[in-house]
C-alpha cells in the first residue's frame, strides 16, 4: 500500500531533549516535506526536500532540522525542543512539479 | 509579497451547493490544490489546477482564473461527511506549496 509513515504519532517530551520524527515514504516520490499545524494558522512549511542530499528552508525553519540521506526517509529533528514547537506534525511528498502531496497521518508533540 | 485569503467557515445544508473561494498572490505561480481535512485526520488531496478553466471530479469541481489570481472549489450535494476542513494552496516553484488557514465546511442534517 503506497503510504507515508510517520514516528511517533504521540509525544509528551521535556524542553531540551532532542527528538527525532521519522519519516518514511514507499512511492519512490523525490519530493518531501515537513509541516506543522496549529489552530488558526493552517499548515506552515518548515523544510522540504527535492531529492537525496537536496533539503531547503520553508517558511519556519527555526529550531528544526531535517537530513535526506536516503530518498525515502526524511526526518524532523528538534535539537533543544521548546514549548512554542508544541504543534501537530506533517510528513508529506510527491513527484515532482505535481501539486499532489501524499501526507503521513501526523504526529502530535508536546514540549513541557 | 505572498498572501492567500478564504473564508474561515461555512453552513449548509444535506444537498446544497456550497462555493469556497480563494484569491491568492504567489510569486512563480504554478497551479492551486486544494485538499480536504477531516478533524483529527490528515489532509488529502482533492484537486490540482494547473490551467485556467473548470475540473470536475465527482461532486466537488474546482476552477481557477489566473489572471485573477482566484479559484473555488465546489461541493456539490452535500452530504454530511464532507464536514472538514478544506484549504488552497497555490504551488509556485520548488513544488512549494503554500497553505493558508482553511474553510471550515459544516453540514448540517
Known amino acids: 500500500e503506497a503510504q507515508v509513515t510517520q514516528n511517533p504519532r504521540y509525544l509528551i517530551t521535556v524542553t531540551g531533549k532532542k527528538l527525532t520524527v521519522t519519516c518514511s515514504q514507499n512511492?519512490?516520490?523525490?519530493?518531501m516535506s515537513w509541516y506543522r499545524q496549529d489552530p488558526g494558522l493552517g499548515l506552515r512549511q518548515i523544510y522540504y526536500?527535492?531529492?537525496?542530499?537536496?533539503?531547503d528552508k520553508g517558511d519556519v525553519p527555526e529550531g528544526y532540522k531535517v537530513s535526506r540521506k536516503e530518498k525515502r526517509n526524511f526526518p524532523l529533528i528538534l535539537e533543544s525542543p521548546s514549548p512554542n514547537q508544541t504543534s501537530l506534525y506533517f510528513c508529506?511528498?510527491?513527484?515532482?512539479?505535481?501539486?499532489?502531496?501524499?501526507f503521513g497521518e501526523g504526529s502530535r508533540l508536546t514540549v513541557l | 509579497g505572498q498572501s492567500l485569503e478564504q473564508p474561515s467557515e461555512v453552513t449548509a445544508v444535506e444537498g446544497a451547493i456550497v462555493q469556497i473561494n480563494c484569491t491568492y498572490q504567489?510569486?512563480?505561480?504554478?497551479?492551486l490544490s486544494w485538499y480536504q481535512q477531516h478533524d483529527g485526520g490528515a489532509p488529502t488531496f482533492l484537486s490540482y489546477n494547473a490551467l485556467d478553466g473548470l475540473e470536475e471530479t465527482g461532486r466537488f469541481s474546482s476552477f481557477l482564473s489566473r489572471s485573477d489570481s482566484y479559484g473555488y472549489l465546489l461541493l456539490q450535494e452535500l452530504q454530511m461527511k464532507d464536514s472538514a476542513s478544506y484549504f488552497c494552496?497555490?504551488?509556485?516553484?520548488?513544488?512549494?506549496?503554500?497553505f493558508g488557514g482553511g474553510t471550515r465546511v459544516l453540514v448540517k442534517p
Open positions: 512511492m519512490n516520490h523525490e519530493y
Open positions: 494552496a497555490p504551488k509556485a516553484a520548488g513544488n512549494k506549496l503554500t
Open positions: 504567489t510569486s512563480g505561480f504554478y497551479g
Open positions: 526536500s527535492m531529492n537525496v542530499e537536496v533539503t
Open positions: 508529506a511528498s510527491s513527484l515532482q512539479n505535481t501539486g499532489e502531496l501524499f
